[in-house]
C-alpha cells in the first residue's frame, strides 16, 4: 500500500485517485480551489482526504496532475513542502497543433520539476502515454522514468497496486522521449488508429537462445 497525495483535481486526478483507492492506497486530493478538492475526495470515498494546498502533502508519493504549464510552478509554490517526496509527473507539454512539444530544448516537464523541486525530493514521469479513459477502464502498461531507483520502486509498486504493469524506460532524460511518445500516441490517436481506445504498450517474445 502506498500513501499518495494528488496535487489536482481535473480528470486524470480523479481517475489515478479512484484507482489508487480501488488498489488499497490512501489518498489526499490538494487543489488551488479548495471546494473542487474537497468534492473530489468525497466522491473518490474510501477514505479520501482534502489538504490544503502549498502545504506539506500526507503522501509519500506526489502526484501532479496539472496542465504542463501550472506543473514547475506549482512545484516552486510548494517548494520545500515537497522535500523528501517522490514527485510524479504526468503532463504532456503539446504544442499547439499536437504535433510537437512545446519546449523547444531537448529537456521536459519532470526535468523542469526536477530543477524547481526541494534537496532529497525525487522526479519520476509516469502515466503520461496513457489516455485517461483507458487509464479508467483498461490494464494499459505504464512507462516511467527517473533518477533515482528507490524513487521509481517505489512507483512501480504503486503502479502495480492498480493492477498495472510498470515498465522502467530508464533516466530522467528520458522523460523527454516519454513525452514524445505521448505525442506519438496522438498522432496514432488522430491517423493510423482512429479512434482513443488504445494503449501503446510492450509485447514481449520468447527470449532467444
Ligand atoms: N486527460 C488525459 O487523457 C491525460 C492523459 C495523460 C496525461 N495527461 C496529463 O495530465 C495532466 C492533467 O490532465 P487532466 O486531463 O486531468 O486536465 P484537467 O481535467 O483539465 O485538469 C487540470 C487540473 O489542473 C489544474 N490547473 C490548471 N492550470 C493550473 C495552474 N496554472 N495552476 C494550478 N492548477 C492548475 C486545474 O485546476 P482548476 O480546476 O482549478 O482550473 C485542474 O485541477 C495534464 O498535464 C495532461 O497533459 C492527461
Do not use: C
Request: glycine fraction near 14%.
Amino acid at each position: 500500500m502506498s500513501n499518495i497525495s494528488i496535487i489536482g483535481t481535473g480528470n486524470m486526478a480523479r481517475t489515478i485517485g479512484a484507482r489508487a483507492i480501488a488498489g488499497g492506497n490512501t489518498v489526499e486530493v490538494m487543489g488551488r480551489n479548495q471546494p473542487k478538492a474537497a468534492d473530489l475526495a468525497k466522491a473518490l470515498g474510501g477514505g479520501a482526504t482534502t489538504g490544503e494546498w502549498g502545504t506539506a502533502p500526507a503522501g509519500d508519493i506526489v502526484i501532479v496532475a496539472l496542465l504542463h504549464d501550472g506543473v514547475v510552478p506549482a512545484v516552486a509554490q510548494y517548494g520545500d513542502a515537497l522535500a523528501g517526496k517522490v514527485i510524479v509527473d504526468i503532463s504532456n507539454p503539446f504544442n499547439s497543433t499536437f504535433d510537437g512539444l512545446a519546449h523547444r530544448e531537448q529537456t521536459s516537464i519532470a526535468q523542469e520539476v526536477a530543477k524547481a523541486a526541494p534537496a532529497g525530493a525525487s522526479v519520476v514521469k509516469a502515466f503520461n502515454t496513457i489516455f485517461r479513459h483507458v487509464l479508467e477502464k483498461g490494464r494499459p502498461d505504464v512507462f516511467l522514468a527517473g533518477d533515482n531507483a528507490q524513487a521509481k520502486a517505489r512507483v512501480e509498486a504503486f503502479v502495480e497496486s492498480l493492477g498495472l504493469r510498470p515498465l522502467d524506460v530508464g533516466g530522467l532524460r528520458m522523460a523527454h522521449w516519454l513525452e514524445g511518445a505521448g505525442v506519438v500516441t496522438v498522432g496514432l490517436a488522430n491517423h493510423g488508429v482512429g479512434n482513443l481506445d488504445f494503449a501503446l504498450g510492450i509485447t514481449e517474445l520468447p527470449v532467444s537462445e
